[in-house]
């Protein structure tokens, strides 16, 4: 098993956040890792996932929602072609914070026997990924 994890203050509200979270038409408007998703945000729903990473590796998957909390937590998991293989599940939690911030939460825990061959490099792609992302939906939260 390998997590990749990080996390953002935003000054916004977690009803603005989950907006943008779950309005998947609008990704590729300001998500610079997530360059495109088509699905709609619903619970057991199979969405399309267009990745790209800050060192320029592209992927899409299809993923399915496996968790819908409004204003609180979002999540989809992935499975390679052999399930068990290489496993991924995404995960947004938002929290209140302190004085009118939210915790943004963005992880993903990567699972199957494939994780032992490239876990490494898991750590140093997308991690930056996550981050600009993250950054990214700070300022949409903040200026929107």
């Not at 989950?18 to 969405?47: C, H, R």
């Amino acid at each position: 098993m390998k997590t990749i994890e990080t996390q953002i203050l935003v000054n916004s509200t977690p009803e603005k956040i989950w907006n943008i979270l779950i309005n998947f038409d609008e990704y590729e408007l300001w998500n610079p890792f997530m360059t495109k998703v088509v699905g709609d945000a619903k619970l057991g729903s199979k969405i399309m996932v267009k990745i790209q990473t800050v060192r320029g590796k592209e992927r899409t998957y299809y993923p399915i929602i496996t968790k819908i909390d409004k204003d609180k937590e979002l999540r989809w998991k992935g499975k390679s072609f052999f399930p068990g293989i290489f496993d991924g599940e995404r995960i947004f939690i938002i929290e209140k914070s302190i004085d009118n911030q939210v915790s943004f939460l963005h992880k993903e825990i990567f699972t199957g026997l494939g994780v032992k061959f490239v876990g490494d490099k898991l750590d140093e792609d997308l991690k930056e990924s996550f981050d600009k992302m993250n950054m990214a939906l700070k300022t949409r939260a903040e200026n929107f």
